[in-house]
């Protein structure tokens, strides 16, 4: 992206969140209709035109319906389905093949501050299954996936899409903050523990506000509006 492209051909993050928020909503509907259908024949040509796919009704998108089923094929199993090119991408030696996110330091960060939530999970018995438990483990993995999808084009070349990633992992962590701090007040999960799960957040959650701040300021040099 230059500097000199045009600002208003340019999605904003207000843009790019009314976009996600779409998709997510397009997500939900689309596994709400998988498991309806999921035992149904007709599955792949319901949900198809129940999403309004009309291009996967054809034969076109017969054929595609069935490659994916091939995929999950059961006597075949993942290694089946991948054939020869799974073997050959363990074959590398895997210089160039992360992408940026899988080394930025806050994804790192998070993923590290996941782990330790998912250790504290599995020590604490009975607390773990408990609804604030799943949702202090599902809003860390949250998280993660966000800034993965955030960090992943973190070169600037989509600075609003960047920054409306960041805002979602901004609030999963805010979510899991929460959950975490009510955990501890029932008395669930202990001090040490709250203590260092509650800092890790802390600490990653600091560096979204610090990245999101500077990706602001970057786009304000840019195109002069938020």
């Given at each position: 992206?230059?500097d000199h492209?045009?600002?208003d051909?340019?999605?904003?993050?207000?843009?790019?969140?009314r976009?996600?928020?779409?998709?997510?909503?397009?997500?939900?509907?689309?596994?709400?209709?998988?498991?309806?259908?999921?035992?149904?024949?007709?599955?792949?040509?319901?949900?198809?035109r129940e999403?309004?796919?009309?291009?996967?009704?054809?034969?076109?998108?017969?054929?595609?319906?069935?490659?994916?089923?091939?995929?999950?094929?059961?006597?075949?199993?993942?290694?089946?389905?991948?054939?020869?090119?799974?073997d050959?991408?363990?074959?590398?030696?895997?210089?160039?093949?992360?992408?940026?996110?899988?080394?930025?330091?806050?994804?790192?960060?998070?993923?590290?501050?996941?782990?330790?939530?998912?250790?504290?999970?599995?020590?604490?018995?009975?607390?773990?299954?408990?609804?604030?438990?799943?949702?202090?483990?599902?809003?860390?993995?949250?998280?993660?996936?966000k800034?993965?999808?955030?960090?992943?084009?973190?070169?600037?070349?989509?600075?609003?899409?960047?920054?409306?990633?960041?805002?979602?992992?901004?609030?999963?962590?805010?979510?899991?903050?929460?959950?975490?701090?009510?955990?501890?007040?029932?008395?669930?999960?202990?001090?040490?523990?709250?203590?260092?799960?509650r800092?890790?957040?802390?600490?990653?959650?600091d560096?979204?506000?610090?990245?999101?701040?500077?990706?602001?300021?970057?786009?304000?040099?840019?195109?002069?509006?938020?």
């Amino acid at each position: 992206m230059a500097d000199h492209q045009d600002p208003d051909e340019v999605w904003d993050e207000y843009d790019w969140e009314r976009f996600l928020q779409q998709q997510d909503r397009k997500t939900e509907r689309y596994m709400e209709l998988l498991e309806r259908y999921s035992d149904d024949p007709q599955r792949d040509q319901i949900i198809a035109r129940e999403m309004g796919w009309f291009h996967l009704m054809n034969k076109e998108g017969e054929a595609w319906a069935e490659h994916v089923d091939s995929l999950f094929d059961p006597e075949d199993g993942v290694e089946g389905a991948l054939g020869d090119e799974g073997d050959e991408g363990d074959a590398g030696d895997g210089e160039g093949e992360d992408e940026d996110f899988d080394v930025h330091p806050l994804y790192k960060m998070a993923f590290t501050v996941g782990a330790r939530v998912e250790r504290w999970v599995e020590d604490a018995g009975e607390a773990g299954t408990l609804p604030d438990a799943a949702q202090l483990s599902t809003q860390m993995a949250v998280a993660g996936a966000k800034l993965a999808a955030g960090l992943g084009c973190d070169d600037l070349d989509e600075l609003g899409m960047t920054i409306a990633y960041l805002k979602r992992a901004l609030r999963a962590l805010t979510v899991a903050l929460e959950a975490a701090g009510r955990l501890h007040e029932d008395g669930r999960m202990l001090n040490h523990d709250h203590d260092e799960i509650r800092a890790g957040i802390f600490q990653v959650r600091d560096g979204v506000v610090e990245l999101m701040g500077r990706h602001r300021a970057e786009w304000m040099r840019r195109f002069g509006r938020r």
